[in-house]
Structure formats: C-alpha cells, structure tokens
C-alpha cells in the first residue's frame, strides 16, 4: 500500500513529463525525462510500448552501471519490474506503452549504493482532428510511426516527436521537420543515429504530417494553441 501511495503522489507531483533539458544542464540522449539523484547520478527514463528503458549516468555525463527494478502504477494497476542491463541500458517488460499515463519509482543500486527516482507520464491526448492532419495522421501511420512511434512518444529507433525541441519557434520548426519528412536528418543531438530518408511519402504529404504533428503537440500541453495552424498549402505556408 505505500508503494501505491507514493505512486499516487508522484503522479500528482509531476503530472506530465517533464522536459529533457528542463534546468539546461540535464540533457536526455533518448529522448527521455530525466532527474538528478543526491548523489548527483543522472537518471535518463522512458516509456515504450512493451516496457521501460533508464539510463544512469555520472555528472560528466559518462555511464555507470546499476541494478534493479522499477514499481510501476498504470491503468489502475501496480507492476513490479526488475530491470535487465543491456549495454549502457536498463530494460524492463511491462504491459504498458507509450500513450499510457504511467507513474514510475526506479529503486537502484550504483556503487553498491541505493539509488531512488521517481517520474509520471501522462496519458496521450489525440484531438478531434482536421482533414488535413487526419490525411497526416494515416500518412505518420504508415510511414513515420514504426520509427518515431504510434504516439509521437519515440521508440528505441527515433526520438519522441511531442517534444519541446521540436515545438513551433524552437530550433527544429517546421523546416527541420519537412526537410526531415523528405531528406532524412543527420544526428546531431540525439543518441540514434542519422534518419535515413522516409520511403513512402507522396509529394506533398509531408505538410499533412507536420500539421498532425502540431495538432498532438498542442493536444499535449507543447506549443499551445495560440498561433497553432490549422492546415498548410501546397505551397508550404500555413494557413489559419
């Protein structure tokens, strides 16, 4: 019961997920929220489909090693996860994916030292759609999703496109994303390599993506919906 409480108030603490870079210096390679320990390890977690995935790293920014396991609180229902090394990564298998909202506390040993952090995820908002991001949407189904994940949230392949880098006026803006949609991008922040380019969008469908993509930033508390377009010409310019 006191894992189940702790949960419920880590949940209400954090609420959503918190940014990767939220104070400047905790800088996420996966695309995963991250926390800072006492003892000053720097927790990367993340949510995917089927499981969860933590780094630990030391202040410079170099891996350490750890063991352990994670409770979990997701639908209602509590799950005890040890986690697996594999390479610089922790893994668990759980019942859960990316859109679920999740609360999280990863009990660790680094150093021979316990090592507790806590993270919340919340569930996915999917809007009522345009016709045109409901054109992107099937478009990012087909194409983007099986990298960059059903829910926007990224996969061991991509990083998470409901993200603040990638948000209306950050440094990745609409160019980044088109010229990503139709050329591919060579890696520059993230840990995943380059992207090589997409195979099976039609000229054209990649304004229709970008406009989905905006709808569920702003759905899920990035971006806004201030100034958010409503659809793109062909052309290339929005329209409101």
Avoid at 165 to 172: A, I, K, L, T
Avoid at 199 to 208: H, S, Y
Wanted: aromatic share 4%; hydrophobic share 40%; glycine share 12%.
């Amino acid at each position: 019961m006191k894992t189940f409480a702790a949960l419920a108030v880590t949940a209400a603490l954090l609420g959503g997920s918190l940014p990767a870079a939220a104070d400047g210096v905790l800088t996420a390679s996966y695309g995963g929220q991250m926390t800072e320990t006492a003892d000053g390890w720097r927790i990367e977690f993340v949510v995917r489909d089927g499981g969860i995935r933590a780094w630990v790293r030391d202040h410079g920014g170099k891996p350490v090693a750890a063991t352990g396991k994670a409770s979990l609180l997701a639908g209602g229902v509590k799950l005890d996860v040890p986690l697996k090394t594999d390479g610089e990564m922790l893994t668990g298998t759980a019942a859960v994916t990316s859109a679920d909202k999740v609360a999280a506390i990863l009990s660790l040993s680094v150093n021979g030292k316990p090592v507790s952090a806590r993270f919340a995820q919340e569930a996915l908002t999917t809007p009522q759609l345009s016709t045109q991001a409901s054109a992107g949407k099937a478009a990012f189904d087909q194409v983007c999703a099986s990298c960059h994940g059903q829910s926007l949230r990224g996969s061991d392949a991509a990083p998470p496109l409901l993200h603040p880098f990638y948000v209306p006026g950050s440094g990745h803006g609409d160019d980044i994303i088109l010229s990503a949609a139709t050329k591919g991008a060579k890696a520059h922040h993230w840990k995943f390599g380059d992207m090589p380019k997409p195979e099976g969008l039609k000229p054209g469908q990649e304004k229709d993506v970008l406009v989905y993509i905006r709808a569920m930033q702003a759905a899920n508390g990035l971006g806004g919906s201030a100034g958010m377009p409503t659809s793109m010409d062909h052309s290339g310019h929005m329209k409101h």
